[in-house]
Structures are given as C-alpha cells and as structure tokens.
C-alpha cells in the first residue's frame, strides 16, 4: 500500500466512519500485527502458538483503527504496534501459566551473573554461571529459555509504569523539542556502548530483532543455526543488557 493510497483510505475513513472503510483499514494493516507477533513470539518460544499471538494481536489492531485521530498527523504505524502488543499481553495475562517460581529464577540469574562480572572482571560463561547457580549446563540453557517470558513482562510493566504512556503522549506532538533530541541521542550512546559488551553472535541477534524486525525464523536463517539456539542468545544478551541499561532497558523497544 502506497503512501497516497493509505492517505486516501485514511481521509475517507475520517469523514465517514463507514464499516467499509474500518474492514479495507483493518485488512491493509493485517501484516503490522504479524510483525509485532513474530517480535514477541522470541521471548515466548514454543509455549504460544504463533498463530495465536497472530489472532489477539487482531483486536488490537481494530482498537487502534477505531481510536486512531488521523487528523493529528501521526504515523498509524507507531501507534497500533503499542496496541497490538498491549492486547497480545494482555491475553497471555489471562491465561494465567506463568509459573510463580519463574520470576524467582529471573532474579537468581540476575543475581549471579552480576557477581561473576565484579569477581572475574568480565562476562560470565555459561559454564561460569551454571557452576555459580550449581546447576548442570542442560539445566541452565533451560533456565535461560524459561525466563524469556519474565524478560518480557518485565520490561512490559515498566513501559506501563510510564515510559509507554509517555511514547504515546508524545506521538501527538509534531517535533521533539533540542532537550528531547539531546537525551535520545545520549541514550544512543548508552546503548552503543552496551551493545559493546556482546559477543559478536549476541549482537547480530539483538541488531537483526529490534532494528532490522527479523523473526526468529529469519534471524537462524540468516545465522545458519537452530531457533532454538538464536533463543539462547537473544536471553544471554538481553540479561547482560539488563544490567547495563537498567532503567533505559525500553531503548530497545523505541530507538
């Protein structure tokens, strides 16, 4: 869909608000839900079928066609992702699996990851951690590909905690002002410099999902390895960030 197409569509959409219009919008923007889908589909491995996120994303995306004000001059795009990822969370919530022990394991990693990295001045192994945790290597891996889901939820409520909000304040505004530019491009920094601490592997994966919006598929095509494998590094990386970026951790959701 050409840019004057969807402009078209959109004007039309404005004036009339005719059920027409909302199913053509609806039907244009389908592959914007499979994007953020395949997105989140990596924190959550194998435990949601894919076509499922596909199908709760949907009602986000109708949520952001019937609240969207075109006449504001923002990019739909931007805001029915926010949409469809929140409606996606939302229903996993509902499902209610998440194991209570899980968020427990996340703060174990968190825990002995940083104490190896001021003991040993460096990175943790695998091997490292896993001695640390006194956990077998197979248990460990399991750990990491478990604590995909708090990762997510995780950085989830903190966005609802304010920065989303705040996303979402701002994509009525035309223009940032030179105090915004100049904190986005320190946070640049910031996240440059923390992409620094991974492994070559680790930071392809991270580069090829949040900017290049590879899937998980695409991503161990491109990498030539298993999916499962591509999950293993995407946790790793993600846990060594989180202790890097702290509380600027949503820079991977909005540079």
Same mark, same amino acid.
């Given at each position: ?7 078209k569509?959109?004007e ?5 608000k %005719?059920?027409?219009?909302r +199913?053509?919008l ?8 499979k994007v953020?889908?395949g997105r989140?589909s990596?924190y959550?491995?194998y435990?949601v079928?894919y +076509?499922d996120?596909?199908g709760y994303?949907?009602f986000?995306?109708i949520?952001a066609?019937?609240k969207f004000d075109?006449?504001k001059g923002? $990019?739909? +795009?931007?805001y &029915? ?7 996606i969370l939302?229903?996993i919530? !509902?499902?209610?699996?998440i194991? @209570?022990?899980l968020r427990?394991?996340? @703060? !174990?990693?968190?825990i002995?990851y940083?104490k ?5 001045? @460096? *990175?943790a192994?695998d091997e490292?951690? &896993?001695?640390e945790?006194?956990l *077998?290597?197979?248990?460990?891996e399991?750990?990491?590909?478990q604590?995909?889901? *708090?990762?997510l ?12 909000? *705040?996303?979402e304040?701002n994509?009525?505004s035309h223009?940032?002002t ?5 904190e986005?491009?320190? =946070?640049?920094t910031?996240?440059?410099?923390? =992409?620094?601490i991974?492994?070559?592997k680790e930071? $392809?994966?991270i580069i ?5 919006e590879?899937?998980l $598929?695409?991503i161990s095509?491109?990498? +030539?390895?298993s999916e499962s @494998?591509? %999950?293993?590094?995407h946790? !790793?990386?993600?846990? $060594?960030?989180r202790q890097?970026l702290g ?5 991977l959701f909005?540079?």
């Amino acid at each position: 869909m050409n840019a004057e197409y969807k402009a078209k569509i959109w004007e039309d959409y404005s004036k009339h608000k %005719s059920p027409e219009g909302r +199913e053509k919008l609806i039907t244009e923007y389908a592959g914007l839900v499979k994007v953020v889908a395949g997105r989140l589909s990596m924190y959550l491995g194998y435990n949601v079928e894919y +076509e499922d996120l596909v199908g709760y994303g949907i009602f986000g995306l109708i949520d952001a066609v019937d609240k969207f004000d075109y006449t504001k001059g923002v $990019k739909f +795009e931007t805001y &029915a992702s926010f949409r469809i990822r929140g409606a996606i969370l939302d229903e996993i919530r !509902k499902m209610d699996w998440i194991p @209570r022990t899980l968020r427990q394991k996340q @703060r !174990k990693l968190d825990i002995a990851y940083q104490k190896l990295e001021s003991q040993l001045g @460096r *990175s943790a192994t695998d091997e490292e951690m &896993a001695k640390e945790l006194e956990l *077998s290597l197979k248990e460990y891996e399991l750990w990491q590909n478990q604590t995909n889901i *708090s990762n997510l939820f995780s950085l989830d409520e903190y966005l609802e905690q304010g920065s989303e909000g *705040s996303v979402e304040s701002n994509l009525g505004s035309h223009y940032e002002t030179p105090e915004q530019i100049t904190e986005r491009n320190e =946070l640049k920094t910031i996240l440059t410099d923390t =992409l620094n601490i991974l492994t070559e592997k680790e930071k $392809k994966v991270i580069i090829l999902y949040y900017y290049e919006e590879l899937t998980l $598929k695409e991503i161990s095509n491109v990498l +030539e390895v298993s999916e499962s @494998r591509i %999950s293993q590094l995407h946790t !790793k990386a993600l846990q $060594k960030m989180r202790q890097k970026l702290g509380s600027n951790i949503e820079l991977l959701f909005t540079i």
